[in-house]
């Protein structure tokens, strides 16, 4: 039997795919070269003495680097023997200190925070946050090279934890912004992942996809639709890019099957051999229903936590632990300061090897492009430790917080996933914010708009779920909300079909590296409210 027979009896998964000639060895190389590399990393994550060596190892090798910058010669870099050393020579940082810096580089400026020229900027925005700003942070060559390491884990995880030998017998497809390099002076601002793929290494580069032209359309929903329309007769068994893109693109993709006379309803029909999909920016969970309905059954989904400072810090290890595994040996340094001291000028400054589990974490790094003991404005949790697992859980200034309860971007994003799964509905997206002063009181209440795929058929029911898990998530909001003592019933505002790309559009955030925003503030609260449908 076929492995398409396996996947999908459909008969349209027989007919003729464009399949890549070489992805019987490819697929065996890559397999043992995938066993290879997770037995070395379960090796690291369960050894406190390793790991520590590991990453002191990567500290100094950054400071030695760098020792002969100007910042190197004003924070005495060459002298750095230890993480003690370190936490006493260097304080931490946000981007808004290193700015000064990164502006003298994007210029020209050489030997400032990293020897010579540094030839890319990644361009992020802040789009989880309330208020989003663009950032331009540096990526050498030597982080590219890391990067690449690190991709290469994530799907190292997949081969391991599946058997998978047949993955490479087909493509992969990126959901990912443009590759285009735009100059700014002397150097070249892009995506992350948009510069990613102009270094895919080789024979990765030849499975991936799309390919030029294509892969550099600036308009998404162009792009979108070319991807389908060009591949809907390849082999794509792996599909990555953030999650909440999947289901958007399937239906692009069903769209244009269907143009062309194929009479297919699922992505099965389509693809049946599309085994995994390598996703991350959000947490999952919301997604996975509308993603396997599109789909015509169920799929494995990896997860992984990215940043433009460094690549790929976790991914999915497990098919039921939803945290992911940390990444301690692909070039980065990582702190972390405990939620109730970020900001301070002497907070206590944690490395990897002594974190705890169940305390949010501000996460800072130290990077191979010169960033150093910078606070990226993420916060983390780590659920074990030796082997570390993570959650990502917000971005630092974006919870909501009527009463000190602080909920988090990740414990709006469990409370709808739990409330979808009792109500049985599927969602598009949705976001969060809050309101005080409701009748005349001082109490608020949280509001939650909701564009739903399906509807549940009672609106009251899928809000006092999402209520009710948000009580179980989180012990303040629990309290605050007992006999509506401080915090009212949350409301539900159902968004018309295609209000949040709409919504992202207006804001200037529809593209494949942002994320509707899970929490956001008054002004954004009252744009959306625009949107609502009339009940």
Sequence with gaps: MTAAARLDPHPMAHRDLITF???????????????????????????????????????????????????????????????EDFKRQVPLRTYADFEPYLERMRKGETDVLYPGLIPYYGQSSGSSNTNAQHKYLPISPAQIKWQQKSGFDVVARYLDLTGDRELSGGYFLALFPPSTIKQMGPVGVASNP?????????????????????????????????????????????????TCWFSIFFDQLLAAANRRGMNVTSVKQIWPNLRVLFGGGVYAE???????ERMGRSITLMDNYNATEGGVFACTDSRVDTS???????????????????????????PLWDVEPGVDYSIAVTTQSGLFAYYMGDVVRFDS????????????????????????????ERA???????????????????????????????????????????????????????CAQNRVYREHRARDVAILAPVVLPLPTGSTKKFMEQLGLNNFQNKF?????????ELLRKYVQPT
Excluded at 212 to 231: F, N, S, T, V, W
Excluded at 286 to 292: G, K, L, S
Excluded at 333 to 339: C, Y
Excluded at 418 to 424: C, D, I, L, P
């Design 21 to 83: 000639p070489a992805g019987k060895v490819t697929g065996t190389a890559m397999w043992a070269a995938a066993k290879l590399r997770v037995l070395q990393w379960n090796a690291l994550a369960g050894n406190r003495a390793k790991l520590r060596e590991v990453q002191e190892e990567t500290l100094l090798e950054h400071c030695r680097v760098s020792a002969n910058t100007e910042f190197g010669r004003v924070h005495g870099l060459s002298q750095i023997r230890s993480f």
């Design 194 to 242: 948009g510069i990613m793929q102009l270094n895919v290494p080789y024979p990765a580069k030849l499975l991936q996809l799309p390919k030029p032209p294509i892969r550099d359309i600036p308009d998404y929903d162009q792009k979108l639709k070319a991807m389908a329309e060009a591949y809907l007769d390849y082999d794509v068994r792996s599909l990555s890019g953030t």
């Design 286 to 292: 919301p997604y996975r229903q509308i993603i396997e």
């Design 324 to 350: 992911m595994l940390m990444l301690a040996d692909r070039g980065v340094f990582f702190e972390f300061v405990a939620r109730a001291e970020h900001g301070k000028p002497d907070a206590k400054r944690v």
């Design 385 to 412: 430790i030796f082997p570390h697992r993570l959650q990502f859980s917000w971005r630092t200034g974006g919870v909501l917080s009527v009463t000190q309860e602080l909920t988090s971007s990740l414990e709006i």
């Design 416 to 470: 709808v996933g739990e409330a979808t799964r009792k109500q049985n509905t599927t969602v598009i997206d949705f976001a969060a914010s809050s309101e005080v002063g409701i009748n005349g009181t001082a109490k608020g209440r949280y509001l939650l708009f909701v564009e739903f795929e399906k509807a549940p058929k009672d609106l009251q029911a899928f809000s006092e779920a999402f209520d009710q898990e948000l």
């Design 517 to 525: 925003p899970r929490i956001i503030g008054d002004d954004r609260r």
